[in-house]
Nanobody
Framework: QVQLVESGGGLVQAGGSLRLSCAAS????????MGWFRQAPGKEREFVAG????????AYVDSVKGRFTISRDNAKNTVYLRMNSLKPEDTAVYYC????????????????WGQGIQVTVSS
């Protein structure tokens, strides 16, 4: 079983920055892909960014390209999401997730999930 724990959320003013962390433990494979999803009030959960442990390949949803950066530290089993130029539309609960194989944007493809962490961006 894989356990994922998010940290680093909070309240920030529009235009500000936050860095989310996802610490992974348990029987995680080097062939896993890690993803960040978010769910805003009244909206469906959506894919934000993903990274593969082995290759470092990344993927982003169009709305965050140029603002968010996903990265991983293999030695620490930790994935990060650096969020710059935050907008009120980024307000959501952010979830870390893991799946075997390539990065995918569908939440149903992911096998393990963290509890989520709140990010609130004020106007």
């Amino acid at each position: 079983q894989v356990q994922l724990v998010e940290s680093g959320g909070g309240l920030v003013q529009a235009g500000g920055s936050l860095r989310l962390s996802c610490a992974a433990s348990g029987r995680i494979s080097s062939n896993y892909a890690m993803g960040w999803f978010r769910q805003a009030p009244g909206k469906e959960r959506e894919f934000v960014a993903g990274v593969r442990w082995t290759s470092g390949d990344t993927a982003y949803v169009d709305s965050v390209k140029g603002r968010f950066t996903i990265s991983r530290d293999n030695a620490k089993n930790t994935v990060y999401l650096r969020m710059n130029s935050l907008k009120p539309e980024d307000t959501a609960v952010y979830y870390c997730a893991a799946k075997f194989g390539l990065i995918r944007s569908q939440e149903s493809d992911y096998d393990y999930w963290g509890q989520g962490i709140q990010v609130t961006v004020s106007s």
